[in-house]
């Protein structure tokens, strides 16, 4: 794997802790301005030795993809007791928040018109699949 330059690695630095590519150009290159650093970034998170660098910084710091889903987990499964008679129930508000994380993780949107993408698929592509 190809080694990092100072800026490259002061890029990795600072995306870990601030979690935006522009910001962390800004600050490790010589440029002002917003457009060019977004474009840099995009090219930096582009290269397989600064992914693999970034991938490692964030392990170091504990972050996994497996604990940030952790909680949506635990949301989608949770439960409450009811004060009065002490039952135990689904927590719904609580699912459908998770639920809906969930989706977002997932690259579910609606459109303007309140159908999902998926919806948005199968219309594009009604003549294809003779719906």
Do not use: C, W
Request: positive net charge; proline residues 2%; charged residues 25%.
């Amino acid at each position: 794997m190809k080694r990092l330059t100072q800026k490259q690695q002061g890029f990795v630095r600072d995306y870990v802790k601030m979690k935006n590519g522009t910001k962390a150009i800004i600050k490790n290159y010589k440029v002002t301005k917003e457009k060019t650093a977004s474009a840099m970034a995009v090219e930096n998170l582009g290269k397989p030795s600064i992914q693999n660098a970034i991938d490692k910084a964030l392990v170091k710091h504990n972050i996994t993809l497996d604990r940030a889903l952790k909680p949506i987990d635990n949301g989608l499964n949770a439960m409450k007791q009811d004060n009065i008679s002490g039952a135990i129930s689904e927590d719904l508000n609580i699912q459908l928040k998770a639920s809906d994380r969930a989706l977002k993780l997932l690259g579910v949107t609606q459109s303007n018109s309140g159908q999902t993408a998926f919806v948005n698929v199968i219309n594009i592509d009604k003549e294809k699949y003779k719906l």
